[in-house]
């Protein structure tokens, strides 16, 4: 077998394949017993047919075209390979010239893992934030706590800040009422700014059973683009108020939380707890500027059938969360006001992003000679299936070795990013 490459594009590359006989005379034979399974001679049963008796049955071109499929089929990924190329999908291909017997020439084109340029990895340049944890925030905790053991009686009285009212509305464009904008029987917190500027301030000082409409504009920077900056009218039935009775913030309260002996200790646990997630979160931050400055600072060619491949498990994870709400992607689309032009232009941004994250972060475990060894990675399918012990469907799937190829992929990735983070802090 002879090979010749031609580079398209950094990701993209044909190459020439050339067979001579003795590369057809395998395939031949190959041909030549499939076929023979596949015929029907009198006095053999299906299958058992002799090849050398099924060579006199079977048409010349019958034969020749099978052969040159085995051939093409068993030598392309061989000829990627001795051109140190890695297709990324099987290669398309095109037979240009046939001799049976002689020789069998193709072209066969396929988007390959590109060459990566690897900048300088160890000064990125990005810093690791610190974590502070101050009085605020908890105090914010605590007035959580306090709100979610909180005592509720109705109130015989006007609604007030810090009340909490049952309600009917339905919101209004033009005349006309908008998706999301209506609900039944809605809890709300006064002074909770769970609604937009001016709705839970033009319900304080009603009273149980008053029928009443709120003028209101959205914010400019609204999410939903159909309703960002209008002008609407919510018309609201007040149906009760309930004062809301918090406990005090004491050692008392800290008692009924936990297994605390005083305030003192609920808040040293709480500041414990608020460190370490901030700490995470920070840290996941970290990595991900990391990335994207390892992508700046080296040269990436991100293949189309990457980013594609991206732009479905985004589009599919979006689906699945809209699906969840009671919507298509459609739905949702229509809901935040963006046209699906406008939703695979800054969709696609993002899968190049991670497609080129990707590949830098190969690259460097590659380069670091970064990798898990099979035990780990066995310990690690070992606690999925306890993780997943009431899904068959599940378990099953850690018997596929490309689920299990796919698990070490990421545990490599997961211990090149910690390499990242170990040489930049």
């Given at each position: 077998?002879?090979?010749?490459?031609?580079?398209?594009?950094?990701?993209?590359?044909?190459?020439?394949?050339?067979?001579?006989?003795?590369?057809?005379?395998?395939?031949?034979?190959?041909?030549?017993?499939?076929?023979?399974?596949e015929?029907r001679?009198?006095?053999?049963?299906?299958?058992?047919?002799?090849?050398?008796?099924?060579?006199?049955?079977?048409?010349?071109n019958?034969?020749?075209?099978?052969t040159?499929?085995?051939?093409?089929?068993?030598?392309?990924?061989?000829?990627?390979?001795?051109?140190?190329?890695?297709?990324?999908?099987?290669?398309?291909?095109?037979?240009?010239?046939?001799?049976?017997?002689?020789?069998?020439?193709?072209?066969?084109?396929?988007?390959?893992?590109?060459?990566?340029?690897?900048?300088?990895?160890k000064?990125?340049?990005v810093?690791?934030?610190?974590?502070?944890?101050?009085?605020?925030?908890?105090?914010?905790?605590?007035?959580?706590?306090?709100a979610?053991?909180?005592?509720?009686?109705?109130a015989?009285?006007?609604?007030?800040?810090?009340?909490?009212?049952?309600?009917?509305f339905?919101?209004?464009?033009?005349?006309?009422?908008?998706?999301?904008?209506?609900?039944?029987?809605?809890?709300?917190?006064?002074?909770?700014?769970?609604?937009?500027?001016g709705?839970?301030?033009?319900?304080?000082?009603?009273?149980?059973?008053?029928?009443?409409?709120?003028?209101?504009?959205?914010?400019?920077?609204?999410?939903?683009?159909?309703?960002?900056?209008?002008?609407?009218t919510?018309?609201?039935?007040?149906k009760?108020?309930n004062e809301?009775?918090?406990?005090?913030?004491d050692?008392?309260?800290?008692?009924?939380?936990?297994?605390?002996?005083?305030?003192?200790?609920?808040?040293?646990?709480?500041?414990?707890?608020?460190?370490?997630?901030?700490e995470?979160?920070?840290?996941?931050?970290?990595?991900n500027d990391?990335?994207i400055?390892?992508?700046?600072?080296?040269?990436?060619?991100?293949?189309d059938?990457?980013?594609?491949?991206?732009?479905?498990?985004?589009?599919?994870?979006?689906?699945r969360?809209?699906?969840?709400?009671?919507?298509?992607?459609?739905?949702?689309?229509?809901?935040?006001?963006?046209?699906?032009?406008?939703?695979?232009?800054?969709?696609?941004?993002?899968?190049?992003?991670?497609?080129?994250?990707?590949?830098?972060?190969?690259?460097?475990?590659?380069?670091?000679?970064?990798?898990?060894?099979?035990?780990?990675?066995?310990?690690?399918?070992?606690?999925?299936?306890d993780?997943?012990?009431k899904?068959?469907?599940?378990?099953?799937?850690?018997?596929?070795p490309?689920?299990?190829?796919?698990?070490?992929?990421?545990?490599?990735?997961?211990?090149?990013?910690?390499?990242?983070?170990?040489?930049?802090?």
């Open positions: 077998m002879k090979t010749k490459s031609k580079k398209l594009s950094d990701s993209r590359v044909e190459i020439t394949v050339t067979l001579d006989a003795k590369d057809l005379k395998g395939a031949a034979e190959k041909a030549l017993e499939k076929l023979s399974k015929l001679v009198e006095g053999f049963r299906k299958g058992k047919v002799p090849t050398e008796v099924a060579r006199k049955f079977i048409p010349e019958d034969l020749n075209a099978e040159a499929d085995i051939a093409v089929r068993t030598t392309v990924i061989a000829a990627f390979t001795e051109s140190s190329k890695q297709p990324l999908v099987l290669p398309s291909v095109n037979i240009t010239k046939y001799v049976p017997g002689e020789m069998l020439e193709y072209v066969a084109t396929a988007d390959i893992i590109p060459e990566v340029k690897l900048g300088d990895y000064k990125l340049g810093k690791l934030p610190e974590v502070k944890v101050g009085e605020k925030e908890i105090s914010g905790v605590l007035d959580n706590l306090a979610s053991m909180a005592e509720k009686k109705v015989k009285r006007a609604a007030k800040l810090d009340d909490e009212v049952i309600i009917d339905v919101g209004k464009k033009d005349g006309k009422p908008f998706n999301g904008g209506s609900a039944k029987d809605y809890k709300l917190t006064l002074g909770s700014k769970t609604f937009i500027p709705f839970e301030d033009g319900i304080v000082g009603h009273e149980s059973g008053d029928n009443f409409v709120l003028d209101l504009t959205f914010p400019k920077d609204y999410g939903v683009k159909d309703l960002a900056g209008a002008k609407t919510f018309e609201v039935l007040l009760q108020v809301v009775i918090k406990p005090t913030i050692d008392e309260m800290a008692k009924k939380v936990g297994p605390f002996k005083d305030l003192k200790s609920l808040k040293e646990d709480i500041k414990k707890n608020l460190t370490a997630q901030a995470h979160q920070n840290t996941e931050k970290f990595k990391l990335v400055a390892l992508v700046k600072k080296s040269t990436v060619p991100a293949p059938v990457l980013i594609d491949d991206q732009m479905r498990v985004i589009r599919d994870d979006l689906t969360n809209a699906a969840s709400q009671g919507l298509s992607f459609e739905d949702y689309l229509a809901r935040a006001g963006e046209t699906l032009e406008n939703w695979e232009k800054e969709a696609r941004k993002v899968a190049e992003q991670r497609v080129k994250g990707s590949l830098v972060l190969q690259n460097l475990a590659i380069k670091e000679k970064i990798t898990v060894s099979d035990d780990v990675v066995a310990a690690k399918i070992a606690e999925l299936r993780v997943y012990k899904s068959p469907e599940a378990l099953k799937s850690l018997k596929d490309n689920v299990k190829m796919d698990i070490k992929n990421r545990m490599i990735i997961e211990k090149t990013l910690d390499y990242l983070v170990k040489v930049n802090k």
